[in-house]
T-cell receptor, first 111, second 116 residues
Framework: DAKTTQPPSMDCAEGRAANLPCNHS???????VYWYRQIHSQGPQYIIH???NNETNEMASLIITEDRKSSTLILPHATLRDTAVYYC????????????FGTGTRLTVIP | KAGVTQTPRYLIKTRGQQVTLSCSPI?????VSWYQQTPGQGLQFLFE???????NKGNFPGRFSGRQFSNSRSEMNVSTLELGDSALYLC???????????????FGSGTRLTVV
């Protein structure tokens, strides 16, 4: 599975949109982009995933560039409870079930 | 429905001992994976079980082993504990089958193991 690159940390004001970038320039055509987050001392929580189209669910939106070399996770109205480490992962559909988490982005939502 | 349940939540063991951790997946989830999380190495994949068979294994020594039962519950065992085995051990489950091949994993809250 391809590796990803994320900024180590970001701040966001409460109520504003948080835009978390991820670079996956070596992504293959059959690899999906997944986002998870981990709040301190809890297990990672699945957020969203996509292949090439933009996706939206109740938690977030995922914007994938046309060349699929990067993506952005958008939390439309960040709250203090969104403070967490966010991981961007690429994985082949039906591939080995070993997620490579990397170091992620530590998002701090500021009141 | 109930989430992924891991027991115990906290555990303290002495170096050289062995430990068994338990994971009950979400009902209907047949794939169970285990991860180790430490401050230095981050989240690392240990192994994955499906239908009572280990399907994939990470780069860990043979002291780390696991198994899965017919009801999909899984256990992992670490023998001859070392100080460096102190970590948060996380279990994740997932639905399987073509319709669910892209679904995300659901993680438990983990077992925090401290080796002294």
């Amino acid at each position: 599975d391809a590796k990803t690159t994320q900024p180590p940390s970001m701040d966001c004001a409460e109520g504003r949109a948080a835009n978390l970038p991820c670079n996956h320039s070596t992504i293959s055509g059959n690899e999906y982009v997944y986002w998870y987050r981990q709040i301190h001392s809890q297990g990672p929580q699945y957020i969203i995933h996509g292949l090439k189209n933009n996706e939206t669910n109740e938690m977030a939106s995922l914007i994938i560039t046309e060349d699929r070399k990067s993506s952005t996770l958008i939390l439309p109205h960040a709250t203090l409870r969104d403070t967490a480490v966010y991981y961007c992962i690429v994985r082949v559909s039906n591939g080995a079930n070993n997620l490579f988490f990397g170091t992620g982005t530590r998002l701090t939502v500021i009141p | 429905k109930a989430g992924v349940t891991q027991t115990p939540r906290y555990l303290i063991k002495t170096r050289g001992q062995q430990v068994t951790l338990s994971c009950s997946p979400i009902s209907g989830h047949r794939s169970v994976s285990w991860y180790q999380q430490t401050p230095g190495q981050g989240l690392q994949f240990l192994f994955e079980y499906f239908s009572e068979t280990q399907r994939n294994k990470g780069n860990f020594p043979g002291r780390f082993s696991g198994r899965q039962f017919s009801n999909s519950r899984s256990e992992m065992n670490v023998s001859t504990l070392e100080l460096g085995d102190s970590a948060l051990y996380l279990c994740a489950s997932r639905q399987t089958g073509a319709s669910f091949s892209n679904y995300g994993y659901t993680f438990g809250s983990g077992t925090r193991l401290t080796v002294v």
